[in-house]
């Protein structure tokens, strides 16, 4: 086995990731500032027409139900609201930030497939739960992301993540652990630093395989348990995927009864055909 | 059932497809009811009202394409669910959740 890997070895190649636009930092900046000037932010979106579009095409899918079409940020804006506009800029100019293919083995879309589904149905389990929808669809969309800084900074390393995990057939959480030393949490949570993520985000992405440790948030639960229901839903499309461990504090907490959950499982693949659809294309 | 329709995209919809829900628009009207045959013309008035997918039933099946679709789906949640093992009751969330999405993939009845 090779030399295990430690979190500043991570911190240390965060600089060699790509960067995301400077106005999609300057949007996660301020995510708890309340003076900002949204209509410079709007016009500074609106210089990047993929980045709008996307965005725009997250909009007016029915996700949202509106009854207008936008055509430009600002109405987006005006219909939505600030936060959730924010936030599906965020995953529009996220999913297209890290290059494919740098790893042997680790299947991108397959990443995105998992990030999209789990951000639809941590939505779809917020708005039951009345806890913030936006929140609970991004840190659903960002949780894994560790993974793909591990897959980004240390491909050959994350190949041979990858083989230890066919081999024994376990959880990829525990064949980072034990090949390379770290696992994508920790690399989420530097990320989270660099990117200067929320409070609630970083919380959400470091407990989310841990949500019953004290401290770690309601949002760690609700990303928990969205992350299980898609794994047993089968949305990755993953041959050889795998259901996780499932905590029992956190199944608790939501209460789930089975009209809940026959709902949650119909919303969530509907909604992940739909958003899938515009980010994968 | 779920495991009788999929989503497709408008552009994947031929006419003649039936749909398998009813299907309301962005206000929550009914459009069209369960069971509609598609036509051409019905499609192409689709994008007006906002809808890019449509739940289409699928073909009917024979009982014996039935129970082995019925199998298949039980066999791949087992895999799915193999770092789990059902009697052991310290593992109940899990072992919930995989009873809540055989009923979802299998239908209720069959599998109680």
Same mark, same amino acid.
């Given at each position: 086995m090779r030399d295990q890997l430690s979190y500043d070895d991570v911190v240390k190649n965060l600089q060699d990731l790509p960067s995301l636009p400077a106005v999609v930092m300057e949007l996660l900046n301020s995510i708890e500032q309340e003076d900002i000037d949204i209509a410079v932010l709007a016009k500074? @979106? *609106? &210089? /990047? %027409? !993929? =980045?709008? !579009?996307?965005? =725009?095409r997250l909009a007016n899918s029915s996700l949202y139900g509106l009854q207008v079409k936008v055509t430009t940020i600002q109405q987006a804006i005006t219909y939505l609201g600030? %936060?959730?506009t924010r936030n599906l800029i965020t995953a529009a100019a996220v999913t297209g930030c890290f290059a494919e293919g740098a790893c042997r083995g680790f299947d991108h879309k397959a990443f995105w497939r998992h990030s999209i589904a789990t951000a639809a149905c941590a939505k779809v389990l917020a708005? &039951?739960?009345?806890f913030n929808q936006d929140y609970a669809f991004t840190a659903g969309l960002l949780h894994d992301v560790g993974r793909l800084v591990l897959v980004s900074c240390f491909p050959e390393r994350y190949a041979d993540v990858i083989a230890y995990r066919e081999a024994h057939d376990c959880t990829l959480l525990d064949a980072e652990r034990t090949a390379m030393g770290i696992d994508h949490v920790d690399a989420g949570l530097a990320l989270a630093e660099h990117w200067n993520f929320s409070d609630t985000m970083r919380l959400a992405i470091g407990g989310h395989h841990e949500p019953e440790r004290p401290g770690a948030g309601f949002l760690a639960t609700i990303i928990h348990v969205a992350d299980a229901v898609v794994h047993a839903l089968d949305l990755a499309r993953q041959e /050889? /995927? =795998? @259901?996780? !461990? @499932? *905590?029992t504090v956190a199944w608790q907490a939501l209460a789930l009864n089975e009209d809940t959950c026959l709902h949650l499982f119909r919303e969530t693949e509907l909604q992940f055909e739909e958003i899938s659809m515009v980010l994968l294309s | 059932m779920s495991a009788s329709f999929q989503h497709l995209t408008l552009s994947q919809v031929q006419p003649g497809m039936v749909l398998s829900d009813e299907l309301l628009d962005v206000h929550g009207k009914v459009l069209l009811p369960q069971g509609t045959v598609l036509t051409a013309e019905m499609l192409a008035l689709m994008p007006r009202h906002g809808i890019e997918a449509l739940p289409i039933a699928l073909a009917a099946q024979s009982p014996a394409e039935a129970a082995e679709e019925r199998s298949r789906q039980l066999e791949r949640i087992g895999y799915l669910f193999r770092l789990h093992d059902p009697d052991n009751g310290e593992d109940w969330a899990a072992n919930s959740l995989r009873r809540l999405v055989t009923d979802y993939r299998t239908g209720k009845e069959e599998a109680a």
């Open positions: 500074k @979106v *609106s &210089h /990047d %027409q !993929a =980045l709008t !579009a996307k965005t =725009l600030f %936060q959730t708005r &039951h739960m009345r /050889d /995927d =795998l @259901v996780p !461990a @499932v *905590s | -």
